[in-house]
């Protein structure tokens, strides 16, 4: 069964920084990681999706990558605004042929200015 | 491109009531997922569906949830009777046909509907 966690949990950094938002899982045999941004009372919103075959991705501002061997993806997030505090979500594509999303708990990151 | 629809987008009821929730996917997605997220949680999946067929529904409650997509299109899921702890906000999903090399497999997700058990 798949598990996966992120590291930490909750993060404060002043505007300009530079952060890494980590994710681990237990199961590499995935199909992709997806990461996802939630602003309070809303839904998800995706910011990037990895390929299993795939070592990176980059949108902007974001970098994520992911070590299959290892279990790990992170999230690179530079020059920091205060309009990127939120919760970010990493979730493991994987199942078995149901192509099914684990989570795990989020990360809530606050940006002060 | 219309995204996932969801509503209501807040229900508050007391315990032992029922509710249901809607979903209409993105057009020509033929997977739909219904999560739970638990506040301070990640989006747990409840059930999916390919079409109008259930493909995993083994976290699902059954004996007070349930989920329909008769028509392989939009879906609703209905709770009876609710509990305190079914407080949550339930998130629907689709994609294209997982394993499709077109789609890539991502998952696109509606706002989701808060749900408040007093």
């Known amino acids: 069964k798949q598990e996966v966690t992120q590291i930490p949990a909750a993060l404060s950094v002043p505007e300009g920084e530079n952060l890494v938002l980590n994710c681990s899982f237990t199961d590499s045999a995935i199909y992709n990681l997806q990461w996802f941004r939630q602003d309070p009372g809303k839904g998800l919103t995706s910011l990037l999706l990895i390929q299993s075959s795939q070592r990176e991705q980059t949108s902007g501002r974001l970098n994520a990558s992911l070590d299959k061997s290892s279990g790990r993806s992170t999230l690179y997030i530079a020059a920091s605004q205060p309009g990127d505090s939120a919760t970010y979500l990493c979730?493991?594509?994987?199942?078995?042929?149901?192509?099914?999303?684990?989570f795990g708990k989020g990360t809530k990151l606050s940006v002060i200015p | 491109e219309a995204g996932v629809a969801q509503s209501p987008r807040y229900k508050i009821i007391e315990k032992r009531q029922s509710v249901a929730f809607w979903c209409n996917p993105i057009s020509g997605h033929a997977t739909l997922y219904w999560y739970q997220q638990i506040l301070g949680q990640g989006p747990k999946l409840l059930i999916q569906f390919q079409n109008n067929g259930v493909v995993d529904d083994s976290q699902l409650p059954k004996d007070r949830f349930s989920a329909e997509r008769l028509k392989g299109v939009d879906s609703t899921l209905k709770i009876q009777p609710a509990k305190l702890e079914d407080s949550a906000v339930y998130l629907c999903?689709?994609?294209?046909?997982?394993?499709?090399?077109?789609?890539?497999?991502?998952?696109?997700f509606g706002p989701g509907t808060r749900l408040t058990v007093l």
């Open positions: 999903a689709s994609t294209y046909t997982p394993g499709q090399a077109s789609s890539y497999n991502e998952q696109f």
């Open positions: 979730a493991a594509n994987s199942g078995a042929g149901s192509y099914q999303l684990t």
